[in-house]
């Protein structure tokens, strides 16, 4: 496609469950970033996909949080027993490289009740 | 670890105003970018600056990378309506961009 897509747009999800959330990248992007953000606040970084090397799982805040990619195109971010500090908004972007603009997906707002 | 400052962190103007937002960084950088969020929305990019002391131009925007490399600026000139959201500086590249805390910006009619 054109942009950066993800899926669901919205989840409400019940405190304890676990969520799967979508990215599909523009084609051809061989890097693939997920980030999260809060109301109001910037942007905090979570994992990074370059082409086949190991990802960089650096920003994972707990091992409750887990992200694949398949090749160079679909990522998805999964929370397990999701809490209330998980709401925010999750969003995707890609890039032809490290010294590219990033283009963003417009994002996954998760709310955890 | 690297800490990226920006200022001020809110600004109302009125329409017609200058605006300037300005990214701190604690150490040296390799290049910056700036993206702007407009509310609700997503960040989206604006310019990438590389070389000490660069000056780039975007109609009414104008970014510039500091001689050392630690710092930058977006200017805004004449502000519009159309101005209102967040602009965020992003320092990289090592393998991914950290975000500054962001701008935003407000216009009055």
């Known amino acids: 496609g054109a942009g950066v897509s993800q899926s669901p747009s919205n989840k409400v999800t019940e405190k304890g469950k676990d969520v799967e959330l979508r990215c599909d990248p523009i084609?051809?992007?061989?890097?693939l970033y997920w980030y999260r953000q809060r109301l109001g606040q910037g942007l905090e970084f979570l994992i990074y996909f370059q082409g086949n090397s190991a990802p960089d799982k650096s920003g994972l805040p707990s091992d409750r949080f887990s992200a694949e990619r398949t090749g160079e195109s679909v990522s998805t971010l999964t929370i397990q027993r999701t809490q209330q500090e998980d709401s925010a908004v999750y969003l995707c972007a890609s890039s032809l490289g490290v010294a590219a603009g990033y283009t963003f997906g417009s994002g996954t707002r998760l709310t955890v009740v | 670890g690297q800490q990226v400052m920006q200022i001020p962190q809110y600004q109302h103007v009125q329409e017609g105003e200058d605006f300037t937002t300005y990214c701190n960084s604690s150490t040296t950088l390799s290049n910056i970018q700036w993206y702007k969020q407009r509310p609700g929305g997503h960040p989206v990019f604006l310019i990438q600056l590389v070389k000490s002391g660069e000056v780039k131009k975007q109609k009414r925007l104008t970014f510039q990378f500091g001689e050392a490399k630690k710092n930058s600026s977006l200017h805004i000139t004449a502000t519009q309506t159309t101005d209102v959201g967040t602009y965020f500086c992003a320092l990289g590249p090592t393998d991914k961009l950290i975000f500054g805390t962001g701008t935003r910006l407000q216009v009055f009619p």
């Open positions: 084609s051809g992007h061989t890097a």
